[in-house]
């Protein structure tokens, strides 16, 4: 079992930058896939960016390929969204998702997979 916790979200304007970072705990960070969502008031949750238990896949929402990166640390037990050239309709609640899997290559982006999901951190991007 895994426990996520968001952090690093605020307001910005348009055009600027934000680094989301995903503290897991828990052991075997290493075995778990992780996504980033985003929600949006009054629309569904909607995928944003996996990343593959090791690091070496990806997966983007169209929207934000180009402009968003997903990594992380392993050795640090953390996820990573760097976020540039924001939008305002880049504005929603972040959540980072967790899924364990004995898959290496693993970035999938459906919500419903996922098993472990954080809180949530605010992103507001100012036009």
């Known amino acids: 079992q895994v426990q996520l916790v968001e952090s690093g979200g605020g307001l910005v304007q348009a055009g600027g930058s934000l680094r989301l970072s995903c503290a897991a705990s828990g052991r075997t960070f290493s075995s778990y896939a992780m996504g980033w969502f985003r929600q949006a008031p009054g629309k569904e949750r909607e995928f944003v960016a996996a990343i593959s238990r090791n690091g070496d896949s990806t997966n983007y929402a169209d929207s934000v390929k180009g402009r968003f990166t997903i990594y992380r640390d392993n050795a640090k037990n953390t996820g990573y969204l760097q976020m540039n050239n924001l939008k305002p309709e880049d504005t929603g609640v972040y959540y980072c998702?967790?899924?364990?899997?004995?898959?290496?290559?693993?970035?999938?982006?459906?919500?419903?997979?996922?098993?472990?999901w954080g809180q949530g951190t605010q992103v507001t991007v100012s036009s």
């Open positions: 998702a967790a899924r364990y899997t004995g898959s290496i290559n693993y970035t999938g982006r459906l919500s419903n997979n996922y098993n472990y």
